[in-house]
């Protein structure tokens, strides 16, 4: 805590990275310390590898001014992760999770502080770590971290309002609206923001009640035309190129779709496959007793959570980027995977 401090007292200017494809948990816990810097007078910035969802936009707001994204704008960014003086890096066990801004990171060697909730944090990339697993989200941890900060003392009313509700909003979204990952802290973080003047109804329906309809009639075709079940219980559908196309689907709105599968009553597993340009992009749910981290891991390059994780595969690794031959090293994983699951 005492390096975190000194480190943002030292910092003239202060970058905040996140990994690549931010969800509401990287934004939130972004936006949150962005705004709380910014409340101390520090001049900050958020640098994204790829645009957030549009999704989250209502939580971004004014703050869009100060993010840069290097798919956008690379040479921007790049600049960005030189000339900081203290790097922030959230919901991210190692920097390669940043994809392009990771090798301007790691050039960069100013202190480097992390925030996060991933297994198996790359501890000698960075200065000093903040990381526990068992807690629901970065935005929750960086909660904790803010409120040991000189100036908040504890007091969640004396975090900035606006950081306050990207906490929320990151917490929320990570837990899936607290189905998942909730621990007693997550209540009792959830209750003194509350109590702390967030307007929780607001952001649900930010969060919940403003989807496009293109989204619901995906899932419709997805779960009618799509949804495989394997003898082993594994539940997986595959999103191919055109039918994201037919269906108009932008980055953001197949969010929660993995988890549906999973209330199927024989269900242990739910995976959900994206093809994407040069990749597919794979995201892995599971019941207790079976590690959607140990698949994501070992099939697919990835990792994350015990139950939640996610990873991706290369077009032309192994298989010739087909939907087909996808298909089937899906089967042959799903096979492998559940022969040496002996829980
Ligand atoms: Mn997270």
């Known amino acids: 805590m005492d390096f975190l ?6 910092a003239t200017d202060i970058a905040i990275v996140t990994h690549t494809h931010p969800d509401g948990d990287a934004m939130g816990c972004s936006i949150a310390l962005l705004c709380w810097l910014e409340s101390i007078g520090k001049k900050a910035g958020i640098v994204l590898d ?7 936009e209502f939580m971004v707001g004014e703050y869009g001014s100060r993010i840069t ?22 919901d991210l066990n190692s920097i390669e999770r940043t994809e392009s801004l ?9 202190p480097k502080i992390l925030v996060d909730h991933h297994l198996n944090p790359a501890v000698g990339q960075f200065s000093a770590i903040f990381s526990e697993t068992g807690i629901s989200s970065a935005s929750e941890l960086l909660y904790n971290v803010l409120l040991a900060v000189p100036g908040i ?9 606006k950081a306050a509700e990207a906490l929320l909003t990151g917490m929320t979204t990570d837990t899936n609206n607290f189905a998942n990952s909730v621990y007693p802290s997550t209540f009792r973080m959830a209750s003194e923001l509350l109590a702390a003047g967030v307007d929780r109804d607001r952001i649900l329906s930010d969060l919940y009640m403003n989807y496009r309809e293109n989204r619901f ?31 108009d689907i932008r980055e953001g709105e197949t969010e929660g779709f993995v988890n549906m599968p999973l209330g199927i009553k024989n269900v242990r597993m739910s995976i959900l496959l ?21 698949f994501a891991a070992e099939y697919f390059n990835g990792g994350g959570h015990e139950l939640a994780s996610g990873g991706k595969l290369l077009k032309g690794s192994g298989f010739d980027g087909g939907v087909r031959e996808l298909e089937e090293y899906l089967k042959k994983s799903i096979e492998d995977f559940f022969e040496k699951e002996t829980i």
């Not at 040069?278 to 079976?290: A, E, I, L, Q, T």
């Open 274 to 294: 994206k093809e994407e340009k040069d990749r597919f992009r794979v995201s892995v749910r599971s019941k207790k007793g079976v590690s959607a981290n140990r």
């Open 217 to 247: 009639r995906l899932l419709g075709r997805l779960l009618d035309r799509n949804l495989r079940i394997t003898a082993e219980g594994a539940a997986y559908i595959i999103i191919d190129a055109d039918t994201y196309r037919e269906f």
């Open 102 to 110: 990771a090798e301007h990171i790691a050039a960069n060697r100013c």
């Open 153 to 161: 003392d504890s007091d969640a009313r004396k975090i900035p309002l």
């Open 69 to 90: 994204v290097s798919e956008e704008e690379p040479g921007k960014a790049a600049a960005a992760l030189r000339n900081c003086d203290l790097i922030f890096c959230l």
């Open 5 to 10: 401090t000194a480190s943002v007292s030292r």
């Open 50 to 56: 790829d645009r957030y969802p549009e999704s989250l």
